[in-house]
């Protein structure tokens, strides 16, 4: 079957998004499905490339508003594009508005939709906005969609009760251990951006004083970018930590599992349930690195608190230093194969054959 891919970002961007959807291209391929992907660039005009042999459409980006790529020409740009495309049926990504709430509204064929977030609002000046989008417009999208897919009991989606629960997986010969031994290395992956700090990245610049205290050959190392970069450096160094810290900016996707490999424990402090998984912390446990994340969101679905990793309190930097210190000193021993991507295979295929085929119930509104 001809499969459009509709996602709001796409690698070489980063994050799990971007990855997931990225999976799913690719297994629709290996399956012997016709798949595109149309997703938004970082230019004005559409763009046409590839991305691991599948045909990539990168619609042209007017502006971007608190991380949401806006074209007002999309909706007349994506459904001319699926129809001329012969799609059958639509897998599209949300949680950012945009592509996915088009898809459902404009789409020639079925749309099945993945949602990656628990409620957006983050404590900032758009969350009234992203509260009645979530409240008035966001059901409807979800009753005009064939099928729904949660990718963890947090999505707004899984609330429904008619989404198929497919959580994100990593790829196993990728992604995998190694008998390199691990130093006292305190490990963040993740975008570092203002716009991003529900991540929490400052909460573990704070707890640095304390993980110090507790174990003085820890060091934290960064792997990400972007504009909060400069002002957490100056966090540090008035803490006294600056030392601590090795920035590394963004790094290739196939590059993560060196990093993970030589870690002796990868963090998630994440502040709110916008954080519905945390594919960082699987992608580390598939590496066979512990993991400390927040009891917040989607990451206690991840995260074994006591087996594989622990749970701290969102926003306690005490809390966070005295739980990294736990497990550097003390690492648990972590089942890789968890989260290997293969297992997703057979229902992430059913989902969307079922919608092309009309087994899935979806509404029209």
Request: hydrophobic share 40%; aromatic share 6%.
């Amino acid at each position: 079957m001809r499969v459009a891919v509709v996602t709001p970002r796409f690698p070489p961007e980063p994050g799990g998004v971007e990855q997931y959807a990225a999976w799913v291209a690719r297994t629709l391929r290996d399956a012997g499905h016709e798949v595109t992907v149309v997703t938004t660039g970082r230019a004005r005009r559409t763009e046409h490339t590839s991305y691991d042999g599948v045909p990539v459409v990168r619609l042209g980006t007017w502006f971007t508003l608190s991380n949401t790529p806006v074209n007002p020409l999309w909706a007349w740009q994506l459904p001319r594009l699926l129809r001329r495309l012969g799609t059958e049926v639509v897998d599209a990504h949300a949680p950012v508005p945009g592509l996915a709430d088009l898809a459902a509204y404009t789409s020639p064929a079925p749309v099945v939709l993945t949602y990656h977030s628990g409620s957006l609002a983050k404590g900032s000046a758009v969350d009234p906005l992203l509260r009645a989008y979530e409240r008035h417009l966001l059901p409807r999208v979800f009753r005009r969609c064939a099928a729904l897919v949660a990718v963890s009991p947090v999505s707004l989606a899984h609330r429904t009760g008619r989404a198929v629960l497919i959580p994100p997986g990593v790829d196993g010969q990728r992604f995998a251990p190694t008998d390199e031994p691990r130093g006292r290395r305190v490990l963040f992956v993740g975008r570092v951006e203002r716009t991003s700090r529900w991540k929490g990245l400052q909460v573990l610049v704070d707890a640095l004083p304390r993980l110090r205290a507790l174990v003085p050959e820890a060091c934290l190392e960064v792997v990400g970018g972007g504009d909060d970069v400069e002002a957490l450096q100056k966090r540090a160094a008035d803490l006294g930590v600056a030392d601590l810290v090795t920035w590394h900016g963004p790094v290739p996707h196939d590059a993560l599992p060196d990093h993970y490999r030589r870690a002796g424990v990868t963090v998630l402090p994440s502040l709110t349930e916008s954080e519905s998984f945390g594919m960082a912390l699987a992608e580390a446990l598939a590496c066979g690195c512990p993991v400390v994340g927040s009891d917040v969101g989607g990451i206690p679905f991840v995260v074994r608190d006591g087996v594989d990793g622990r749970l701290v309190p969102p926003g306690d930097p005490d809390a966070l230093a005295d739980a990294l210190a736990e497990v550097l000193l003390d690492p648990p021993v972590v089942e890789p194969s968890r989260w290997d991507w293969q297992s997703r295979v057979a229902p992430t295929l059913a989902v969307l054959e079922g919608s092309r085929s009309g087994e899935n119930e979806g509404e029209a509104a």
